[in-house]
């Protein structure tokens, strides 16, 4: 295999700590000036005088690692951008104001880590451990580190149990240069490598490591800054082959002296690879026109070389900026992204439904790695609306595994839900300028797709997991008074960061949407307590729901479209299109609220799917 196999946590152990009883150490360089962006090398050396039948370890690191087997890549980026949950309920307290210490919430955050199958790749004898790990510094929307670099290895590898403590060498990997971040909400950086450093094969077992450093133990398992360690809830990553061409080759397109245009097989997260004959001190520049996507740059030292970048980008094209002097052997990339299948399928005899149905599992699938992402460059952070609309494209297209990704989008709103009962937009999320976000009208999305979930994944497990939470976020709306009130109201107070926010676009009527939303939520509560045999609570969501429902037309309808009072632009495409989805529209209004989609179309690509559906559920 091109990766190892992960154990992945299901049912309640996706919901809570490990129970595991750690005994290895977190790690790290004891002279690291302590910034980020930080390449540090770690090995160590170990005999197994027999083979053990099964070998597994448990790897944890702040940020990401990469981890070899006698000087084969075992583990391809190891380690889930950390955010598990959130430990500090109270960091937002109701009724208080200004931004909690960004220092306390740092340390307030758990950690994931691996459990990975090394079997294939130890050996009887000596056999070399060696980690690459990554340490970001940063945090925001997808990501929040803890402010420490650190490395942490467990295994029982036969009679020997390899922990990781001072008997692990360390070095900075001086291969990787300063370089800036990528910008936006993303927390990754530029890549900047120099291969006169004498780092390339830093990896293989009879590399010197002599002029190592022993390393330092931080703390234990479990300690702060890193917290609590939580299993991985997804699978390790589908790594493909290298795929390398020269530059001859009908994908690359020479588009002038030093400039080199490779096409892919479409918008993919990938790794960029070359091969040169070069003398020393020549720059390469790797990079996506988009300038929200990390580049690469490569210093060349002398002679025939060899580099893949670790860190992923995407794109349906790179392009290689080379020195004249700089003979091209082979440019390359290795595909890598989200362990699933491409299982269903759609076929048609018009070219247009056809090549809809593969852009959209293409765009879905693209966007999926530890996270759902909005995008997958500049921001890479996990929207609850756009990854409900990427789930819906995932459960039609992709195999089982995908629910993996679902199951851990649920539990990481759960276990960052506030005590004000707050379901966060986004999560893990940066806490910067007080962004510990919610958006009424994605979070609403967002919990109506746990119920989604349920009915593809038949999870119940994660549906009870889900349920306490559902209820005390709708809790927050206050609906028993409101029902309906227009302006939209939010309900119980708190300071974190709420908005009205419901499409990008023009024209939109948000106290409209947002009221539909809400009793979106209130059905989905119906839904979720008859699933879980609620019994108690269901007469009471139901009577809540049909009062909504009897109500919303004497609010909103006004003879010749839905409207709030407050709304003074043309029909708002978004909330007629919600009316439809939600089953609140009769039908003897489908005549006008189709020629209203059809002709006022303002909504972004995020609702665009909502207008759709409605003119499909009106045939």
């Keep these: 295999p091109n990766n190892a196999v992960a154990t992945v946590a299901r049912g309640d152990d996706a919901f809570q700590k490990s129970s595991h009883a750690f005994q290895a150490n977190w790690i790290w360089s004891p002279s690291d000036d302590g910034q980020g962006n930080r390449w540090m090398s770690f090995r160590k050396d170990v005999h197994l005088d027999s083979m053990p039948e099964k070998v597994t370890a448990r790897i ?245 070389q060899e580099y893949e970048s670790p860190s992923w980008i995407n794109w349906w094209f790179l392009n290689y900026e080379v020195p004249e002097d700089v003979e091209v052997l082979e440019f390359g990339y290795r595909q890598t992204g989200y362990n699933t299948e491409f299982e269903g399928y759609f076929n048609s005899d018009d070219d247009f439904f056809n090549t809809l149905w593969t852009k959209a599992r293409d765009t879905a699938y693209v966007n999926i790695r530890d996270t759902f992402m909005d995008c997958p460059d500049r921001e890479r952070a996990p929207w609850l609306g756009d990854a409900v609309n990427e789930m819906m494209i995932a459960y039609y297209s992709m195999s089982p595994t995908v629910f993996d990704a679902v199951r851990k989008d649920i539990s990481v709103r759960v276990n960052w839900q506030n005590s004000d009962g707050v379901i966060p937009t986004t999560a893990p999320t940066t806490f910067r300028d007080n962004e510990y976000a919610e958006l009424p009208g994605q979070s609403l999305a967002g919990v109506m797709s746990w119920f989604q979930y349920y009915l593809w994944s038949g999870d119940k497990q994660t549906l009870e997991n889900a349920y306490p939470a559902l209820q005390s976020y709708m809790e927050m709306f206050d609906l028993d008074d409101q029902n309906y009130t227009d302006p939209f109201v939010r309900g119980s107070g708190t300071n974190t960061v709420h908005h009205n926010w419901i499409d990008w676009g023009t024209n939109m009527d948000q106290h409209l949407s947002l009221n539909i939303w809400a009793y979106i939520g209130v059905q989905t509560l119906c839904d979720c307590a008859e699933a879980l045999g609620d019994d108690e609570n269901l007469a009471q969501y139901q009577a809540l729901r049909d009062s909504m429902k009897s109500r919303f037309d004497a609010t909103f309808w006004n003879g010749s479209e839905y409207r709030s009072k407050s709304y003074n632009g043309p029909a708002d495409d978004r909330g007629q299109a919600l009316t439809v989805y939600a089953g609140l529209a009769s039908p003897d209004k489908y005549p006008i609220l189709r020629d209203i989609l059809l002709n006022n179309q303002y909504a972004d690509p995020y609702m665009v799917k909502y207008s759709i559906e409605a003119l499909y559920l009106m045939g």
């Design 60 to 304: 944890a690191a702040d940020t990401k690692y990469w981890l070899y087997i006698n000087g084969e890549l075992a583990v391809f980026e190891g380690q889930l951008k950390r955010g598990a949950a959130l430990l500090d309920k109270d960091i937002y307290l109701k009724g208080t104001t200004g931004q909690p210490d960004l220092n306390h919430m740092l340390t307030q955050v758990a950690t994931y880590y691996d459990e990975v199958d090394l079997t294939p790749y130890l050996k009887e004898g000596d056999n070399s451990i060696v980690a690459l790990v990554w340490y970001f510094g940063n945090e925001g929307h997808s990501h929040v580190g803890s402010g420490k670099g650190g490395f942490l290895f467990e295994s029982q590898m036969g009679d020997n149990l390899v922990l990781s403590d001072s008997s692990w060498k360390v070095s900075r990997h001086k291969g990787y240069q300063p370089s800036g971040g990528i910008g936006g909400y993303a927390q990754e950086y530029h890549i900047n490598y120099d291969a006169r450093q004498g780092f390339d094969d830093f990896a293989q077992p009879d590399f010197d490591v002599s002029g190592w450093e022993d390393a330092a133990v931080l703390g234990k398992a479990g300690d702060k800054p890193w917290n609590e360690l939580w299993p991985r809830t997804i699978p390790e990553w589908k790594v493909w082959d290298l795929v390398t061409s020269p530059p001859e080759d009908d994908e690359v397109t020479k588009v002038d002296s030093t400039l080199y245009k490779v096409d892919l097989p479409t918008n993919i997260q990938f790794t960029p690879y070359i091969k040169v004959n070069a003398p020393a001190g020549r720059t390469i520049k790797m990079s996506c026109p988009n300038s929200g996507n990390t580049s690469v740059t490569y210093t060349t030292k002398d002679g025939v």
